[in-house]
């Protein structure tokens, strides 16, 4: 069945710092694989996706996420992370060939101390 | 360029009524799928509506319908309101290039339900 993992239910770093979030997903055939942000309140922002080709994809603000498919993993990464990144991180992939449903991991909240 | 619109922005309901969310596509977008959010959860995709069909459902009961229009908004409809209803419902828009799965979807701020 297909499915997204996401460890970490909550993060805390400091501003500053760097940042990794983690996602794992199970999937019989080539993966579309997204990250997508949540402001409280707030429906979801795409970051970054990976369909194809280099397995390192740049996104918005900063971010990036790396696919390993020895390790079915997808992870987000940012080098210095500021106050404004607070939100909630939703890892997903694509149903390719069932017309584009996303599935969601459970998603990862991440707090920024000053 | 407006993005994805969805109405109302809250909604109190009790158990037992009927509801009606809308949404209008981002321009451009002729796909519109719908996925409930609930509390401390990821989004789940309920179905997806194209060329004014349902194309794709998710694991939900008949009691959750939808409607696409000509111009491609679309109704979501829940009939029989339970407690377990509540949720943020987001729409999500997209333009079927052909390449399934490839394109991506954009969503809209959602419609907050609370059923009392």
């Known amino acids: 069945a297909q499915s997204v993992t996401q460890p970490d239910i909550h993060i805390t770093v400091s501003e500053g710092a760097s940042l990794e979030l983690r996602c794992n997903y199970s999937y019989g055939a080539t993966p579309y694989l997204f990250w997508y942000v949540q402001s409280p309140g707030q429906g979801l922002q795409l970051l970054l996706k990976y369909f194809s080709g280099d397995t390192l994809v740049q996104g918005i603000k900063g971010f990036e996420a790396e696919f390993k498919r020895s390790q079915s993993s997808f992870n987000l990464r940012k080098p210095s992370v500021h106050w404004s990144d607070a939100a909630e991180y939703f890892c997903?992939?694509?149903?390719?060939?069932?017309?584009?449903?996303?599935?969601f991991g459970q998603g990862t909240e991440l707090s920024v101390k000053p | 360029d407006a993005g994805v619109t969805q109405s109302p922005t809250h909604l109190i309901k009790t158990r037992g009524q009927q509801v009606t969310l809308r949404c209008s596509p981002k321009?451009?977008?002729?796909?519109v799928s719908w996925y409930q959010q609930a509390l401390g959860q990821g989004p789940q995709f309920i179905f997806q509506?194209?060329?004014?069909?349902?194309?794709q459902r998710g694991n939900f009961p008949d009691r959750f319908s939808g409607h696409q229009f000509p111009n491609y908004s679309s109704e979501l409809n829940v009939n029989a309101l339970l407690l377990g209803d509540s949720a943020l419902y987001l729409c999500?828009?997209?333009?079927?290039?052909?390449?399934?799965?490839?394109?991506?979807?954009?969503f809209g701020p959602g419609t907050r339900l609370t059923v009392l």
């Open positions: 999500a828009s997209r333009f079927r290039t052909g390449g399934a799965g490839t394109d991506t979807q954009y």
């Open positions: 997903a992939v694509g149903a390719g060939n069932q017309g584009g449903k996303l599935i």
């Open positions: 321009s451009g977008h002729d796909t």
């Open positions: 509506y194209y060329e004014e069909e349902e194309r």
